[in-house]
């Protein structure tokens, strides 16, 4: 089965901000997006949620989506590949969430922690 254009994209921008930076994060990162889809990575509110906690004032970053189950008590900037509707609901309250293709585009690794 071919690849959707958007993700062939994306790994192009990732892979790009990996030669411009010479971060070896944005690498990684095209190579988990690149994976088929089966190998997605899928993460509740609720761990990012603990993760928050765990990393005050840092870019939480999930190669994959974000579901809604869960609660977002803490502050926190979220960058996913996409989110469920109820998700993104949920982010926008209590914090910021940033398409992954957008935040490639600014190449900053600074204070990013990965989700797996």
């Known amino acids: 089965m071919a690849k959707k254009l958007e993700t062939i994209k994306l790994v192009a921008s990732l892979e790009k901000s990996g030669r411009k930076t010479q971060k070896s994060l944005w690498f990684d990162l095209a190579e988990r997006v690149d994976k088929p889809s089966r190998h997605n990575v899928v993460v509740n509110i609720e761990k990012l949620d ?18 809604s189950a869960g609660e977002l008590t803490e502050k ?41």
Request: charge should be positive; glycine fraction near 6%; hydrophobic fraction near 50%.
């Open 50 to 67: 603990k993760m928050a906690k765990k990393h005050k004032g840092k870019i939480l970053l999930v190669p994959g989506k974000v579901l």
């Open 76 to 116: 926190a900037t979220i960058v996913a590949v996409d989110a469920s509707a109820g998700a993104m609901e949920k982010i926008k309250k209590k914090g910021e969430f940033i398409y992954l293709v957008d935040f490639a585009q600014k190449a900053d690794s600074k204070n990013v922690v990965m989700v797996k």
